[in-house]
Each structure stands twice: as C-alpha cells, then as structure tokens.
Nanobody
Framework: QVQLVESGGGLVQAGGSLRLSCVAS????????VAWFRQAPGKERQFVAS????????NYADSVKGRFTISRDNAKNTVYLQMNGLKPEDTAVYYC??????????????????WGQGTQVTVSS
C-alpha cells in the first residue's frame, strides 16, 4: 500500500511561488495516477491538477492553468506542484491523492483512494 506525505506549504505574499512535494512510500508508485486537490475552510475539496503514471498526461483546473505545473519523478517516488503567481484565493490545505491505474487521471476526488495528510498554503494580499 502506498502512503503519501505532502510538504512544502507555507505563508507567501501574493505573486510569490511555492513548490509542494508529495512523497510516496512503496515500490509501485510509478503505477499510480496522482492528483493535487485543495480545500479551503467551509468549502469542498477542489481539483487542482493531475498526472498519469508516467507524467505524460496532465490536467489542470482552469483557475490554476498557466500558473501551476504538476510533475513527477518516479525514481524519487515524488510528485511536485510548482505554484507561481500565487493569489489569496489559492489559500487552502493542499492534498495529494493517488490511485493505481494505467488509465487517464481522474478529475474527481472519488477517483483516488490514497491520500496524504495535507499541507497548508496561505497567500497574503
């Protein structure tokens, strides 16, 4: 079973950048599609970006397209989320989710069955 640990969150001013990491345990991580979701207080968990098992197929929410980049290094069992041009509305707890699949990554939170504990991202105006 894969276990996920997120890191890299913090407090940043609007316009700044952060890079989140999602590190997985287990030897089969390269068989997993991975996605980043975020959840602000009082709101539902929202899709941010996803990557298939190889990194060749990625998807982004319209709200982050052009500012965020998802990538993965299977040799390091790690998926990254590079976040540039951060806005106050990006403030949330960011979670990575994973699911063993060779198919395209899901846009839905229900498409993932492994989750990390989350990392807080706060963007000040």
């Amino acid at each position: 079973q894969v276990q996920l640990v997120e890191s890299g969150g913090g407090l940043v001013q609007a316009g700044g950048s952060l890079r989140l990491s999602c590190v997985a345990s287990g030897r089969t991580f390269s068989s997993y599609a991975v996605a980043w979701f975020r959840q602000a207080p009082g709101k539902e968990r929202q899709f941010v970006a996803s990557t298939n098992w190889s990194g060749a197929s990625t998807n982004y929410a319209d709200s982050v397209k052009g500012r965020f980049t998802i990538s993965r290094d299977n040799a390091k069992n790690t998926v990254y989320l590079q976040m540039n041009g951060l806005k106050p509305e990006d403030t949330a707890v960011y979670y990575c989710g994973a699911r063993m699949t060779q198919g395209p990554p899901s846009w839905s939170r229900y498409g993932y069955d492994r989750w990390g504990q989350g990392t807080q991202v706060t963007v000040s105006s």
